[in-house]
């Protein structure tokens, strides 16, 4: 295993940045989710990993060498794709020795480790059959084989769950994490989804647009979003976000949005202009005492929860995670509270969060 | 993306196809049917006439040939037209020559079809959808326009009346590298990352990813080059002099004008000739029907 570092790491295709500046260091053993929306070159930034697409500036390096102009065969990486990409002409066993075949690995050798990755995935049962004969979370665990019997410095997963439903996607989460654990793996894993990135990743790489937004663990992301795209695209349902001005003096910021004045306690002086306030739907409370007020449009009991889903006379949607006992009727006027301590304060203009 | 999946697509949309036939048994959806077997029955025999009417006039003696009106059955098989008309030319050795020219025309096209295919899908080079086009460009050019070149070409180099003369310019088929690129393309670029990945060079990933998948385009440009060659007659005829170096095709028709009158003979030998093609296409119509629908319409 080894320690994987991506330096100013770009690669544009003709007219189209698909990554820019990418700086990222993964240590041994880590397990980074690349995480974005679909064109947020997350993909793309770990095909150039992989050695899959040349940088167009940048370099990588894998466990200390450089290994930017490397074929991806002399990278001692493997990769797990979002399609599996089985060999359909082999069987499960052979898909899984191919790796070890072609490095000249001897038969044993090669019986012995698919064997222990078999065992590990518990396929062991289903080697003779061949990819059409597997079910999509059979063909996962045989696409993890191949990658796992390499023994690789690092393992690159390009939305590996994506095509599997939705309970086996929870159970191959799950698998994966204790596999990392198992295995002591450096691994960097591609995904859209929050959930995936959120449970899995020991630390969270956002991007957006080719770049990245911030790196850091899940709570960190949740709790410090770097910027208004990190604030918004983690969480779910997604964090209110309110337009206003900030006008500072040290110790406590006034907030002045359209429909409500918040002061916020903060250090040190504050730059004043246009601003953007995040408050996450769950430190939002129904409360008389409310900060401003809003109409409720709609309520999805959760079972557990409910997200109350409101508006405020000048038509900002804001959803609320309120106690399933909540009791709150549909086009009734109700106040929303927000707890000063635990909003996200945002410059409108470039994004960037704004205080500590 | 596996064969077995297409497959089981496959049988899926016969499923539904039968489903949709039974859900409509309406009178006029019965009728549509009717007349469209009617038309295929048609077809089929006016394909079918000339090849029964060639093995039945090959069991016929010199005279019933021209009995009127016409028998369709011979009322009396003459089977000893068949050793007859194969000994009265020396066929043994028209048949080994169109193996030989077969059996080399067959490989090479499958090797540069293959390899080529690959290419033009495949890999990245300055040019090269130019190269391509101009490849497809070499297609609309008749075969005719190109015989005395060729000839003078092969002539120039001694080879006339050899089989290196029958088989080196017919080496390369634009059409199989056509399709076998096709296929290549239909190839999800992900498995051959994977190899990459894997660790296998270029060169593994062609030969042991891409090209095992290709086999039902492999299996389709051998059986419709092996056709093609079989049946090729105008270069035969042009590169060959001796009666030796003559196939199957060239040697018929030489036949045809040492038997000029014999009718039975003549059919008899093209009955023996068409044998391997229509054994070959019994085994293999699946192939057919695929090649049809990979490249378009050839045949």
């Known amino acids: 295993m080894a320690h994987v570092s991506l330096q100013d790491l770009s690669k544009e295709f003709d007219d189209t940045v698909a990554v820019a500046d990418l700086s990222l260091e993964v240590a041994n053993g880590e397990f980074v989710v690349l995480v974005g929306p679909s064109g947020s070159g997350k993909t793309t930034a770990l095909r150039l990993v992989a050695g899959l697409e040349r940088p167009t500036r940048g370099s990588i390096f894998i466990g200390g060498r450089d290994v930017t102009d490397v074929p991806p065969r002399d990278r001692d990486i493997a990769m797990v794709f979002q399609n599996y990409a089985l060999y359909p002409h082999m069987t499960a066993y052979e898909n899984i020795a191919f790796g070890l075949q072609v490095r000249g690995f001897r038969k044993p050798e090669i019986e012995g480790r698919v064997k222990e990755a078999a065992e590990i995935l518990g396929i062991g049962e289903l080697l003779h059959r061949r990819p059409g004969q597997l079910s999509g979370g059979q063909r996962q665990r045989t696409a993890v084989g191949r990658a796992i019997v390499r023994q690789p410095q690092a393992f690159l997963f390009d939305e590996p769950l994506s095509n ?77 976000l309110f337009e ?113 | ?92 050795r028209f048949f080994l020559n169109s193996a030989v020219m077969s059996l080399f025309i067959v490989t090479g096209h499958l090797f540069t079809a293959a390899t080529a295919g690959y290419a033009f899908a495949r890999l990245r080079f300055p040019g090269r959808d130019k190269v391509f086009i101009l490849f497809l460009a070499n ?27 029958l088989i080196v310019t017919e080496l390369v088929g634009v059409w199989g590298i056509f399709l076998m690129r096709q296929y290549f393309l239909s190839i999800p670029r992900e498995l051959e990352d994977a190899a990459r990945i894997d660790g296998a060079g270029e060169w593994q990933v062609f030969w042991k990813v891409a090209l095992p998948l ?51 003979y003549q059919m008899a030998a093209a009955v023996v000739a068409v044998m391997p093609i229509l054994v070959l296409f019994l085994l293999t119509q699946r192939y057919f029907v695929r090649g049809i629908q990979l490249a378009g319409l050839k045949y």
């Open chain 1, 164 to 240: 599997l439903d939705a309970t086996l996607r929870v159970e191959m989460r799950a698998e994966l994490s204790q596999l990392h654990r198992r295995l002591g793996a450096t691994i960097i894993y591609v995904t859209h989804d929050q959930v995936e990135a959120m449970t899995m990743g020991q630390r969270i790489a956002i991007m957006n647009e080719g770049r990245l937004q911030q790196c850091a663990g899940p709570l960190e992301v949740y709790r410090r979003p770097a910027n208004l795209f990190v604030a918004g695209f983690i969480g779910s349902p997604a964090i209110n």
């Open chain 1, 244 to 356: 206003g001005e900030l006008h500072g003096s040290a110790g406590a910021w006034l907030f002045k949005g359209k429909s409500f004045q918040l002061s916020v306690p903060c250090p040190g002086a504050a730059p004043s202009g246009l601003a953007t306030l995040g408050a996450r739907p769950e430190d939002l409370r129904i409360s008389d005492a409310g900060t401003f007020s809003a109409v409720v449009r709609v309520v999805e009991p959760m079972g557990s929860e409910m997200y109350i889903h409101l508006a405020t006379e000048y038509g900002t949607r804001v959803v609320v995670r309120a106690p399933a006992d909540a009791r709150v009727a549909v086009d009734e006027r109700v106040a929303v509270a927000i707890p000063p301590e635990k909003v996200h304060l945002f410059r409108s203009d470039s994004g960037e969060r704004i205080g500590p």
């Open chain 2, 1 to 92: 993306m596996s064969t077995p999946d297409v497959k089981s697509l496959d049988r899926v949309f016969a499923a539904a196809g039968q489903v949709g036939g039974r859900s409509g048994t309406s009178a006029r959806r019965r009728t549509a049917d009717g007349l469209v077997y009617a038309l295929a029955i048609a077809l089929g025999i006016t394909m079918l006439v000339p090849f029964l009417w060639m093995l039945s006039t090959s069991l016929m003696d010199e005279f019933e040939v021209f009995h009127f009106p016409p028998r369709l059955v011979p009322a009396d098989p003459v089977w000893s037209n068949y050793p007859n008309a194969l000994t009265a030319a020396p066929f043994a």
């Open chain 2, 139 to 165: 297609l609309m050019v008749p075969v005719i326009v190109l015989l005395i070149p060729r000839f003078l070409l092969v002539n120039a180099l001694g080879w006339v009346d050899t089989y290196m003369g």
């Open chain 2, 214 to 264: 290709s086999k039902p385009a492999l299996a389709t440009v051998a059986l419709f080059s092996f056709v093609e060659t079989w049946k090729s007659f105008l270069w035969p005829l042009i590169v060959t002099r001796s009666m030796a170096m003559r196939p199957v095709e060239v040697g018929i028709a030489a036949f045809h004008g040492l038997y000029f009158s014999n009718w039975p």
